[in-house]
């Protein structure tokens, strides 16, 4: 199911999302409990650890510009809450000319982001307004950071491709785990059975996220501790916080004109 123009905006307020709240045919309280039983929402303590803040999940869609569609445009951008919840839905209609749709992998088409979509600029402007403060959670998120063009804290990223306990058991150490891979494994969650769908996306890497919360949080907290007690020890080899899933690769943090490296995901 398609969402509906403009249907969810800058205040966040709206229906759970697709299939009357069911993420590929799974319901969103098995995903995130109860709305009444939530024990991490908000700023609240997590396991004794303070959250530094509540936490959104991003995903993308992106569609082909350029010759032979090899620049990536955005051409779906979705955001869910702590809860699940639809936050953002929104086509986007690129600048730029597009030269594949994807649509095996998007299932994006030009009448529908023609009629539905809305400029890249407004869409960057909403999730860059919903966004600042946030805990950012998703996959391989920096990809979707690159394609709308906005920075983000380090300290505040948590991406689930990143996070090594996440990671299934026998996995080669220099493979990147898919979502598809990491909901299967971890939620019994099919997704991307067919063309991808950002808000499920989004809803997964979020489910994962608040399955490991208090135990990241915790570790990252740790993490920012010792880096702070090593401050100006540029030799203390200490690990950057990619093991915890925070920052987008170095790479990319020292120049951003360099596209992101890509690993083989399973």
Same mark, same amino acid.
């Given at each position: 199911m398609l969402p509906k123009q403009h249907e969810?905006?800058?205040? *966040?307020v709206g229906a759970p999302g697709r299939r009357g709240g069911r993420v590929g045919g799974t319901d969103l309280h098995r995903l %995130?409990?109860?709305? &009444? &039983?939530?024990?991490?929402?908000?700023? *609240?303590?997590?396991? =004794?650890?303070?959250?530094?803040?509540?936490?959104?999940?991003?995903?993308?869609? !992106?569609? =082909?510009? =350029?010759?032979? =569609?090899?620049?990536?445009a955005l051409g779906r951008v979705s955001i869910c809450d702590e809860e699940g919840k639809t936050?953002?839905? #929104?086509?986007?209609?690129?600048d730029m000319p597009i030269t594949d749709f994807r649509f095996r992998i998007t299932g994006l088409s030009w009448q529908l982001l023609r009629d539905r979509g809305i400029s %890249?600029?407004?869409?960057?402007?909403?999730?860059a307004n919903l966004l600042r403060g946030k805990v950012l959670v998703g996959h391989a998120v920096h990809h979707d950071?690159?394609?709308? &063009?906005?920075?983000?804290?380090v300290h505040m990223i948590r991406d689930t491709s990143k996070y090594k306990p996440l990671r299934p058991t026998g996995m080669a150490s220099s493979a990147v785990p898919s979502l598809k891979r990491l909901a299967e494994h971890w939620l019994q969650l099919q997704i991307q059975s067919g063309a991808h769908d950002? !808000? #499920?996306?989004?809803?997964?890497?979020?489910?994962?996220y608040k399955l490991v919360q208090c135990d990241w949080e915790r570790q %990252?907290?740790?993490?920012?501790q010792d880096q702070e007690d090593r401050t100006g &020890?540029?030799?203390s080899g200490s690990d950057n916080g990619e093991s915890f899933g925070a920052p987008v690769p170095s790479s990319w943090q020292n120049k951003r004109t360099r596209k992101p490296r890509r690993r083989k995901q399973l």
């Open positions: 969810h905006r800058r205040d *966040g %995130f409990g109860k709305p &009444n &039983n939530r024990q991490n929402r908000g700023r *609240g303590q997590i396991g =004794g650890v303070r959250a530094p803040a509540p936490a959104l999940s991003l995903d993308c869609e !992106m569609v =082909g510009c =350029g010759p032979q =569609g090899r620049i990536s936050v953002l839905d #929104e086509f986007v209609l690129p %890249f600029d407004a869409a960057r402007t909403l999730v950071l690159q394609v709308l &063009n906005i920075d983000h804290p950002s !808000m #499920e996306d989004c809803r997964a890497a979020m489910a994962l %990252f907290l740790a993490l920012r &020890n540029e030799s």
